[in-house]
């Protein structure tokens, strides 16, 4: 059993007021891959460098296994860490890059050699292994990275942004490949990205943080279903969750014009607090076109057709102004630019929290 | 008069930009090629005086100035000969060659010992975090400003007498003086605070993530410093040893202070210094001396030269 166990982790750096990652609490079980998800300056980079004891520990503990690693240096932490910009050795060739670690441990040459050349083909590298770094492109960087990393055999894999660097469709390409092999290999992952895609196509298990924060850790099916607080419901998803604030009435939240119907019991929630509206959460995709005139109106401003979709981007109004809110309508049957639509949510299919707290009231 | 808009716009890089032009352009212009032609030729025509002189045979030279070589053509290798082996007016009837090997045995060591010892020193203040290493560091960069000349006579009492206070001996007297010990030291302690400054700057430049990515694949620091740093620093330690090389081989006062009067460590300089005195008056035979002795370096400068490599990192992080 490797898993990962955050308790309480915190990292204060030298000088800096707010904790850049403050009671951080994860339990990774064993063969899990988990995403760490994030906007930038969010900790989760400071995280993943806690685990590999690049980065000091200053409260809690961190265990891989049943060992307590909080204070052991990086080398006795059996780990492999890919770097955001891979951090190749520039002055060996890739078969000594990816035999670094062994040749350290006092592995015998044959089986380095042995190791370094199913790695290789693995991951396709057979005919680079004498190149030197500088010889290979970007996406052949990225995959002796990989290399270094599954030659060790580590109890814990970390990755720190290791698609960051290559282009739209190798990154989506790679992507698929990454997880395929953490799933064949089973070894215990750590994956930190700023890209919710990534996040939500990877992992087996989700954790969003913000201002050195953990906001929820779930499965990226759940974590969509059932965001935790206004930020995730923000943060997860493409394009993101329309989050309006409106004012309470009697049955629903109040838009000019109309009443949408929402959840009683939250509503009854933040009523009890004391609170005179409520954020509202729809997906693009959890709206319904009325043709009868009904539900919220929305005037066009954008369509973007995405082949499959189309999304189109507009205006409801919501106690006299104007927000923004965006919809997925029929990719073959686009609305003009100026048009007024009508629009309902989905029943079920919305999100209420509280604006003051941000938390999450319905079920 | 021009407009106060044109000379306070801080964003605007465009007079910065073009005043490095305009020098570029004036350094193009034949009259600057001219001018430094000129300049090269005015520098040089000495040391080739000096070089033409090192072949005259010696009436030659007493009677007539070097640039009536080139008509009457009169060269001879035989001061070379004679100021290496035979000159028996050196104290040693060897000539100059016991103290060329002298000054070889002072060099080498004095190169190695700083560069090595600095490099680890670079590497642990630039790379390894621990209380007070800034301090530390600038503590050793301001050493630069203490002139070694002032160092000299506590090194040498330290050297004969070793260091008391009253009567507590802190360092028992070391009975190093004129050995070569004496100069390897005193040109180690002399050149350490450049050289972890100049090798501190090249070392901490190298990419934090490959340190770490060594770190994490279970390198330790002497490991990550050996395999990773020491590769990867060449050119600044090629340098830095070509610096130090001729800072010490050119060096007369830190020999003369140190091993002055002993034959068997004098350094080249010390006696070629004492032929001046000795033989003023036999210009071919100095001459021939200070060539020898600007062999050498060149021959480390040429050979190192190559270590000033270009692009080493390339590959290494995104690029």
Known sequence: MTGVIYEDASCVYPGAERPAVDKLNLDIQDGEFLVLVGPSGCGKSTSLRMLAGLEEVTAGTIRIGERDVTHLPPKDRDIAMVFQNYALYPHMTVAENMGFALKIAGVPKTEIRQKVEDAAKLLELTEYLGRKPKALSGGQRQRVAMGRAIVREPKVFLMDEPLSNLDAKLRVQTRTQIASLQRRLGITTVYVTHDQVEAMTMGDRVAVLKDGLLQQCDTPRHMYEKPANVFVAGFIGSPAMNLIEAPIVEGGVAFDGTVVPVDRDSLGQASSRGESSVTLGVRPESFDLTSDGTGIAVIVNVVEELGADAFAYGTAKVGGGDVDVIVRVDARNTPAKGETLHFLPKPGETHIFSTVSGDRLSQ | ?319
Request: zero cysteines.
């Open chain 2, 1 to 319: 008069m021009s407009t106060p808009a044109e000379v306070v716009s801080p964003i605007n890089t465009g007079p910065t930009g073009s005043a490095v032009k305009a020098v570029r352009r004036s350094f193009a212009s034949p009259l600057a090629s001219v001018l430094v032609i000129l300049l090269t030729v005015l520098w040089t025509v000495p040391t080739f005086g000096l070089f033409i002189a090192s072949f005259r045979p010696s009436g030659a030279s007493a009677t007539s100035g070097w640039w009536t070589a080139f008509a009457h053509p009169q060269l001879t290798l035989s001061n070379y000969n004679t100021v290496l082996f035979h000159s028996a007016n050196f104290g040693t009837s060897g000539g100059i060659m016991p103290f060329l090997v002298n000054s070889l045995a002072i060099t080498i060591p004095a190169t190695l010992f700083p560069l090595s010892i600095a490099a680890m020193a670079a590497y642990v203040l630039a790379w390894v975090k621990f209380r007070g290493s800034d301090a530390l560091f600038f503590f050793i960069f301001a050493l630069q400003v203490v002139p070694l000349q002032l160092a000299l006579v506590p090194l040498l009492q330290l050297f004969s007498g070793g260091a008391h206070i009253g009567t507590i001996a802190l360092i028992p007297a070391l009975n190093v003086s004129g050995t070569y010990v004496s100069l390897w030291t005193a040109h180690t302690m002399f050149a350490l605070p450049l050289a972890i400054y100049l090798l501190h700057n090249f070392i901490a430049q190298i990419p934090r993530d490959l340190i770490e990515a060594g770190l994490v694949d279970g390198a330790s620091h002497f490991r990550v410093f050996r395999t990773i740093i020491l590769p990867l620093a060449t050119p600044a330690l090629a340098a830095f040893a070509i610096f130090q090389f001729l800072w010490v081989w050119n060096d007369l006062l830190v020999g003369l202070t140190f091993a002055g009067g002993s034959q068997a460590v004098e350094p080249l300089t010390v006696r070629l210094s004492q032929m001046v005195g000795s033989f003023g008056g036999r210009w071919e035979l100095l001459t021939a001396g200070a060539f020898i002795a600007i062999i050498v370096p060149l021959a480390v400068f040429f050979s190192l030269q190559r270590y000033f490599v270009r692009g080493l990192l390339a590959g290494s992080v995104k690029g």
